[in-house]
């Protein structure tokens, strides 16, 4: 993996503050790419999601009149 012992044993401690490019290089070592896979996955990140959700609009108004139809 080219990381220091130390880096290593973070990571295996659960440190977030690890780098992605680490973590990648032991699934990789260890033959479970399936699992960055699945952990980079879109559905997975649950709050990703709710922020997204937060930033949508609270309503939506329709035109008054066709006027407002002008493109």
Known sequence: ???SL?????L???DPTVGIA???AALFVLGMTQRLESL???ASDT??????????P???HAP?????LDF
């Open 47 to 56: 709050t990703g999601t709710a922020e997204e959700l937060a930033r949508l």
């Open 40 to 42: 980079v996955a879109p």
């Open 6 to 10: 130390q880096t290593l044993q973070r």
């Open 22 to 24: 680490n973590l990648a």
């Open 64 to 68: 008054r009149d066709d006027a407002d």
């Open 1 to 3: 993996m080219l990381v």
């Open 12 to 14: 295996e401690a659960g």
């Open 58 to 60: 609270r309503s939506i």
